[in-house]
């Protein structure tokens, strides 16, 4: 499972940041990022999926293994 | 609440957000005008205004900079000065592209990490206010606690005497609340408030300080130093912004819990659970509605809409709205998946959030730590606040 954030549309709520820091960091700007390529650990795939589902500008992608 | 329009006669053609009945319980009219099959209201009042109230609808036009223009966002009787795209109080009042360099110059204070460095200054206040009510039956819960709190958190920030709170908040009184008021008095309020801040930026040019006063009055954009206008608009938004926003979001969490005793003993019992319940209170009780005008003549799902006339951007309509939420009418304190707007949508997304977030978890934390135990002490003296940001004025709450 992979997550990455679209940097057109995200506009700094920083919602995935505080429900998934170890997925996602925040820079000065409250812009977001994925983590280590935006692949999500073993056992994070929840946080994951949650994170996705509370961003606002629905800002955040993500692709599902096969 | 000022009474300077008549009473609204029929919400669908002849709506007026400073109707009292509006500030005491604006849910029934939304859902009213959402429900029927005309989910974008008008008014003729204010020259002119909008009202979209589904969640799309609320969205299309925050993302829309195109046809929307954010030169002035309170409605007024009056169209704004201030010209586009920098407008009265960058960067909420800027268009594209002003708008990106005037709001980045902003974010690095307001970062997450940024806001965390606040944290204990904000936690220690919030026990100084309880500590001199200490004892007492009844305390208002918006008088004696919240309305102090971000006040005292962005006069910090900006560097402005802390002793002056109480003068801060007549000025967002005037500025937010007294909307339906004359053009000639609102005009008064702008100048007492001009001359107050003018004096204090030249305090800070005198003495430079650590603060976001002194930050801006030497920012530079584009490699030129901010016009006069541009820093003592800030200075306003951030003032303004800060204060009766988050003291209402405060104000109607606490409202929330004195009301539903089974949610408050959940959160006394699961503390972790609070940041998802603060979620859920921003959704239900989503202080800010936002508004544009509209750039040029321009229809919009069939609405002909005029240039200069005002749309209000109502973020908890969007918020309660069935077909984007689950038990939408219903505060569910462990509701999973919340894309709620309270902080709005798109490129004007609040610069504050994070600040308001802080201070929310940090008042709640501090009072259910005091006080995991209380009521409304008469439901009727609870009144609310109208115009575009709605919470608890008045707040008396029964400590047992």
Redesign the interface.
Known sequence: MRVRVDSEKC????RC??LAPELFD?????DAHELNDGIVPPGLEDKAR?AV??????AIIVEEDA | MTGHHPPVADWATDFDHADPAWAADPFPIWDEIRASGCPVAHSTRYGGVWLPTSHEDVSAIAYDTDNFTSRSVVVTEGRPIAEAPQGIAPPISSDPPFHHGAR?LL??A?????VDLLEPFTRAFCHELLDAVEGKPIIDGAVDYAQHIPVQVIAKMLGLPQEDGDLFRKFVHNILESIDAPLEERFEYFIELDTYLTARVEEHLETPQDDLITFLVNAEMDGQPLNPEHVGGTIVLLLVAGIDTTWSAIGASLFHLASNDADRERLVAEPDLL?TAI?EFLRAYAPVTMARLVKDDFEFNGCPMKKDEWVLLPFPSANRDPEFFEQADEVVIDR??????A?G???H?CVG??LARMEMRVALEVWLERYPDFTLADPDAVTWSGGQVRGPRRLPLRIS
Request: aromatic share 12%; net charge negative; glycine share 8%.
């Open positions: 506009q700094g709520h920083n940041y505080s925040v820079d000065d700007y409250g949650l589902a509370n961003c606002p500008e629905f | 980045r974010l690095p307001f970062s997450p990490k940024a940041p979620e999973e998946i919340n894309r709620h707007s902080f949508l798109g490129i997304r959030s994070n």
